[in-house]
């Protein structure tokens, strides 16, 4: 069996199976276009996600990850569904209880949490064009006003307010700015894609100095898109280097 999905709760989840089982798991946090249903998922049916799924695949990983709701924004209820997710998997899988993370997009928002909630039961975080802050990407939206609308009513299902509470509650100090609340190590890959890419690039060379002062253990690799094809060898091989310790 190469792959199965599985209910929990409304969720659809699904589960990938490496031919040569190392032991060790990864969780994927999708992004926005993120979806799971009875037969597939976003991650089968892109191409580049279904590389990305058969590399992890070949070095050993089993690999799984959940609908989460769609497009969740972080939401405390696709984090709970997350954490079940872990426990799920590793009540009925045969892997290492300290699994590593790979959260692109807005999956950074659930990721950040489970670091914080979640610390020792995670090896390692990936973060592929993460959205840190959710006031800051809120705000970058403002200048596209089809977006910015789209946005603030997702926000709006996800944390069920209406979007004038929605615009009070990420004006609090927690959704400015991202809080690595543990040692865990970190790898964040941005892809200079777009001016929104851009954009997201000068949020990270500012955290970046807060991080290097406060010696958090992040590290960041920017690519350009033609170097895309490599986001696989820089994944698994910054996993490997913390699979040391079991």
Request: aromatic residues 12%.
């Amino acid at each position: 069996m190469e792959h199965r999905n599985f209910k929990l709760d409304t969720e659809w989840n699904m589960i990938h199976y490496p031919e040569k089982p190392t032991g060790f798991g990864i969780l994927i946090i999708g992004d926005e276009r993120h979806y799971v249903d009875e037969k597939s998922s976003f991650w089968t049916q892109n191409e580049g996600k279904q590389r990305l799924i058969e590399s992890f695949k070949k070095s050993g990983y089993t690999v799984f990850y959940s609908n989460l709701y769609g497009k969740n924004w972080g939401s405390e209820k696709a984090v709970n569904l997350a954490k079940r997710l872990y426990e799920y998997i590793i009540r009925t899988e045969i892997i290492n209880s300290k699994i590593h993370i790979l959260a692109e997009g807005m999956g950074a928002l659930v990721a950040l949490k489970l670091i914080k909630e979640m610390n020792g039961n995670i090896r390692s975080v990936v973060l592929l064009n993460p959205v840190l802050s959710l006031k800051h990407h809120l705000e970058q939206e403002k200048d596209h006003k089809f977006f910015y609308k789209k946005l603030l009513k997702e926000l709006s299902y996800s944390f069920d307010k209406e979007s004038k509470q929605i615009i009070e509650i990420i004006s609090n100090p927690e959704f400015a700015s991202p809080q690595f609340h543990s040692d865990i190590p970190t790898k964040i890959i941005h892809v200079l894609s777009g001016n929104r890419a851009y954009k997201q690039s000068t949020l990270l060379k500012n955290l970046s100095v807060i991080w290097k002062s406060e010696e958090v253990p992040i590290t960041i690799s920017y690519l350009l898109p033609e170097k895309k094809s490599q986001m696989d060898y820089y994944m698994i091989t910054f996993m490997k280097t913390h699979e040391g310790i079991l």
